[in-house]
Structure formats: C-alpha cells, structure tokens
C-alpha cells in the first residue's frame, strides 16, 4: 500500500470488512441485541465502505476489491449512482481482483459440512479453522513454496472464527447471468479494470475473460488467488498505470 501510494501520489487505505483479516467478528447476538443490521450482508457493507468513506473525508475514490470484495466494490457503485450520491463520494474506477460473480466464497464441500449435524453442533468448526483454512489457502497460491512459516502463522492468527456464519451467508455472493449483466451494466461508463491470477485455481482465467468481455483485463503470469501478496510489483505494474491515468484525467477536468 505504501508502494502503490507513493506511485500515484494519492492516500491508499484498506477497508477490512467485519469477518475477514484481522478485523472484529461480531455473533449475532451482538447486532441483534443493539438492533444493528447484519454486518455480513453484503447491503449492509454498502453502508459500512459509503460510511468509511465520508468518515475519511474522501470526496473522490477509486475501488479496488478482491474476490468477493469486488462484488461489493460494484454494488457500492451501483448504489452511489442510483442514489444521487447521497453520501457525496464520487468512485472514479473500479479495480475488480481475482473476481467471480457466480463462485461461492466458501467451497461447496465446506458448505455441506455447515449444514449437516456435525455443522449444527459446531464440532467441524475447528477442522474448517485448521486444516481445510490450510488447503483453500494454499490452493489460493500458485507457488506453494513462497508460503513460509511467517505467512501461515498470519493467516492462522486472522483465523476464520466465524466461518460458519460467513458460509451461511456466502450465497449473496453469488449472482445468477441476469443480475450479473445488470450489475455490470450498471457500472458501464466507469473505467474498470479486470485482473486475474493466471494460474488461479480458485478463480480461473477463464471466468474472468468471461465476466471481462467489455472490460479491460490483466493476466498475470505464474500468479494464483493472491496477486497483493504472491506477485506485488507485478500488480503494481498494472494498478499504477490505471489510477494515474483516472488521476490524471480528474487533474484536466479540474484545469
């Protein structure tokens, strides 16, 4: 993020949805109780990231979102342009990373296991934490090699306490052909682009050409689920070029 910042010359932040990464895993009896929408939804993280948004005092951003983050980098610009821009943050591009809209986040055989007894009764919850968390990440990278101790000692510390409520809810991740075409269409006339791993196992090439067909895309070789972490300066060479040139073009329109 530094990098990419110092490149383009404009802040870069993360937002860490709630479920993911090192971020709060909230149960149900803690929203429910206060009366709070459930912050997995996807329609609720709209209002978290438009929220995020006008608390950094962003008047202009460009979204960039992986897996199923891109799903809600387009929702959320779906609704900034069906509301007016109530939340008066303008998204001047979408960066759409490794991103399927008819995969499932959670892996079907791990979706079975939530819905059986065994599910029920919270007894696979540690075998989804240990060693099945241990086999999707290392299929999310390419070279298995690069995955040293210090990096899966850091995603066994994010964990996935609450992979159970995310698999429950997983499905909304997942749009069938009609409102795939009518999400992307609504995104039509912003500048968007498509990068895939190309050797990805979790989202292959192929979906993505698929879902990129009007769309720029950027193929990067030797690369899997995980671009940001298994080939940064490769991404850097294809994000960089792409906000300069919407920072650029915002610079002319100001002139």
């Not at 997995?40 to 992986?66: A, I, N, P």
């Not at 759409?96 to 809209?101: C, D, K, P, Q």
């Not at 698929?210 to 193929?219: D, K």
């Amino acid at each position: 993020m530094p990098v990419l910042a110092q490149q383009v010359n404009c802040t870069v932040v993360a937002f860490d949805r709630p479920g993911w990464g090192l971020t709060s895993r909230p149960c149900r009896e803690d929203w429910e109780g206060k009366q709070l929408s459930n912050p997995y939804k996807l329609d609720t993280q709209v209002d978290l990231l438009l929220s995020f948004c006008t608390e950094m005092r962003f008047s202009s951003v460009v979204l960039v979102g992986h897996d199923d983050g891109g799903l809600l980098a387009l929702k959320t610009s779906q609704r900034v342009q069906a509301s007016n821009n109530s939340k008066n943050v303008i998204i001047k591009g979408i960066v759409l990373l490794g991103v399927s809209l008819t995969r499932e986040v959670v892996p079907a055989f791990a979706r079975i296991l939530l819905r059986t007894s065994l599910g029920k009764r919270h007894l696979v919850r540690p075998l989804l934490r240990t060693e099945i968390t241990q086999v999707v990440n290392r299929r999310a990278w390419y070279d298995a090699t690069k995955l040293t101790t210090d990096v899966l000692n850091l995603y066994k510390k994010a964990g996935m306490k609450h992979f159970m409520g995310i698999g429950r809810l997983s499905s909304e991740t997942v749009l069938s052909p009609a409102p795939a075409d009518l999400l992307l269409k609504a995104v039509e006339e912003l500048p968007v682009l498509v990068i895939a791993g190309a050797e990805d196992k979790l989202v292959p090439l192929k979906s993505c050409q698929i879902m990129a067909s009007t769309l720029r895309l950027v193929a990067i070789s030797g690369c899997g689920h995980l671009p940001h972490e298994e080939c940064p300066k490769a991404l850097l060479a294809a994000l960089s070029p792409f906000i300069s040139r919407l920072l650029m073009k915002n610079d002319l329109q100001n002139w």
